[in-house]
């Protein structure tokens, strides 16, 4: 959609751009601007071909902008929560040192693949890899445990009420 539109500005501008010089080095080399500047505007998932190995691609640099491994440790950190107090530091040693974060990236990025089009990973790379997303990513640790907290507190009320 964005890529055809991005095709029919350059060929207006093509068009009149023709008629004002009739030179159609002139002609390419203005396609040739409009196609990369479409290329950095994050439109080249619509060149490319949804395929499996396209959506496991993208869904790996995304990965990658996420930060996967500070993600999870905060996660970890939740966890150790609930563990006593005795037993915690030795938790988070263990998981700091057993978790393979290569295989997790791995599962994450197959998931993605498997779930979402190459446009839409590709949306979210792109959203997630400038200062936006960024700031969003550095605060959804902090924002993801105050929430499942709520959420499991509010579950469990309606749950008791369920009991009753």
Do not use: W
């Not at 500005?9 to 409009?34: D, H, M, P």
């Not at 996420?66 to 939740?78: H, L, S, T």
């Not at 960024?134 to 907290?149: C, F, H, L, V, W």
């Amino acid at each position: 959609m964005v890529f055809a539109r991005v095709c029919q500005n350059v060929i207006l501008f093509c068009r009149v751009y023709q008629t004002e010089s009739g030179g159609i080095v002139k002609k390419l080399l203005l396609t040739a601007v409009f196609l990369g500047l479409a290329l950095q505007m994050g439109v080249a998932p619509a060149l490319a071909q949804d395929t499996p190995e396209a959506r496991l691609e993208a869904a790996g640099k995304y990965v990658k902008v996420i930060r996967v491994q500070p993600m999870v440790m905060d996660m970890v950190m939740m966890m150790a929560g609930r563990i006593d107090e005795q037993d915690r530091d030795a938790f988070v040693k263990f998981m700091q040192t057993e978790l393979d974060f290569a295989a997790l990236e791995g599962e994450i990025a197959k998931s993605l693949a498997d779930n979402f089009t190459l446009e839409e990973i590709s949306a979210l790379y792109g959203f997630y890899s400038n200062d936006v997303g960024q700031s969003i990513i550095n605060k959804m640790g902090k924002y993801t445990a105050e929430s499942s907290t709520a959420i499991q507190r509010v579950l469990m009320d309606t749950v008791q009420g369920y009991k009753k």
